[in-house]
């Protein structure tokens, strides 16, 4: 009989068998791990993107808001100005010499020669006025004057024969200088008793009121039987008689701002316009200048004469003053609206090569109300904002746009701010 077969016994694995058995769980684990690391990789790829997307998005909406934020403006380079350029300022003409006629004495108006209007000479007689009083103390002071000069020479007999008689003796010294004295004191009222009269004298010859030099009456202040009152002392108010102004050469006053100043030298002339006179021009001189700077209103008083021999211009009259000059540097011309009014002074808005607006400070010259001259602060490349908004400040973008009508320049695209430009940029 065969013997039954005994269980083999199990065998063990072998130490080069043990790792087959679980490499299969770690290559398991570590793909897991791989797959784990690569999908957090792809949420965070994924996310980033969203959120550079959403970045992207926002730079561009910020991009977007300023570039329709940046105000759109016209720019136009400055007008050159002239090198020699006509300055028109205001002036008043005045009579070279003016002067109110008054009295010096007192009385009544007995005549008056000439009326307003009228050409006198030096030393013609325009009034007469009747001063009894004065007559009268003009006949006591002469005969005040005899009596005074009576005493005197016989005080000065007298004296002459003492000093005689002291001589021989006849006479004391006492009464000799006592006789002395008296013609000494007679002779000083007779000085007194001179002065009086001449005073008097020069009172009556007030009395008659005559021209102080050629000239116009201008205007006659008084009539046949009016009380004249010399004023002097008496505490009532002056009163001209008359007033006469020498209009023959014309004196003119003009007020020429400080930028002028060093251009204007005595000798130059200039062109005088008035309305009255359409289409013809008088020529002034420059004589003399105030040689100072008005500190309220930066002007220098100049003074011209104009030859009025034909007596065709009237003092008091309104001109305008055209004279030329040199300018030292050069100047532009903007229109009135490209300017600023800011409190750290005034500026001319420009727009730089990035497009940034930038406010120079300028220094203006003539301004005749439509142009100013700037003499300080643009260049000739400068590209001046013809109509700059209220609130532009600067390092502002700006949006630099063409005018939708040349021939009008900035004010057809400048139109909708125009009225607020004029009364907001203050």
């Known amino acids: ?44 790829l994924l996310a980033g993107s969203g959120i550079i997307t959403r970045i992207h998005a926002r730079t561009n909406v910020a991009d977007n808001t300023n570039a329709l934020a940046a105000p759109s403006v016209i720019v136009n380079p400055p007008t050159q100005g002239q090198p020699q350029q006509e300055v ?28 307003i209007g009228a050409h006198v000479r030096k030393g013609q007689l325009l009034a007469d006025i009747e001063s009894p009083e004065i007559d009268q103390q003009l006949a006591q002071a002469q005969a005040d004057l005899a009596t005074a000069q009576t005493n005197a020479g016989n005080a000065q007999t007298q004296s002459t024969r003492y000093q005689d008689l002291l001589k021989t003796d006849s006479v004391s010294k006492l009464d000799t200088d006592n006789f002395t004295t008296q013609a000494n004191a007679a002779s000083t009222t007779v000085k007194s008793a001179l002065a009086n009269v001449q005073r008097l004298q020069q009172l009556v010859g007030f009395e008659k009121v005559f021209a102080p030099f050629d000239g116009v009456v201008t205007a006659r202040n008084t009539d046949i039987g009016q009380l004249i009152n010399a004023g002097a002392g008496t505490g009532t108010p002056l009163t001209e008689l008359f007033h006469l102004a020498a209009s023959q050469t014309l004196r003119l006053y003009v007020n020429v701002p400080q930028i002028y100043s060093q251009n204007l030298k005595p000798g130059m002339t200039a062109d005088l316009t008035f309305n009255e006179f359409p289409g013809r021009k008088f020529v002034g001189r420059l004589v003399r200048t105030s040689r100072q700077i008005d500190p ?41 609206s490209a300017l600023m009014f800011r409190s750290e002074g005034l500026r001319v808005a420009v727009v730089a090569e990035d497009n940034k607006a930038k ?28 109509d700059p908004p209220d609130s532009l400040i600067d390092g502002e973008n700006v949006q630099i746009v063409k005018p939708a009508n040349p021939s009008g320049g900035g004010a057809g695209a400048g139109g909708g701010q125009s009225a607020g430009a004029q009364g907001g940029k203050k």
């Open 1 to 44: 009989m065969s013997q039954p077969q005994q269980p083999r016994p199990a065998e063990n694995p072998t130490p080069q068998e043990q790792p087959k058995s679980r490499r299969p769980k770690a290559l398991s684990a570590g793909r897991a791990i791989v797959l784990l690391v690569v999908l957090v990789v792809l949420a965070g």
């Open 88 to 115: 028109v300022l205001p002036g008043n003409l005045e009579a070279y010499t003016d002067s109110p006629i008054y009295a010096r004495t007192n009385g009544y108006l007995k005549k008056w020669y000439f009326d």
């Open 296 to 336: 309220t209103s930066r002007t220098l008083l100049v003074e011209f004469d104009v030859n009025n021999r034909t007596g065709e211009l009237f003092p008091g009259a309104y001109t305008e003053v055209h004279f030329k000059t040199n300018s030292n540097a050069p100047s532009f011309i903007v229109p009135v």
């Open 359 to 386: 406010l120079v400070p300028v220094i203006l010259g003539r301004d005749d109300g439509a142009t100013v001259q700037v003499i300080h602060g643009l260049a000739a490349d400068s590209r001046v904002i013809q």
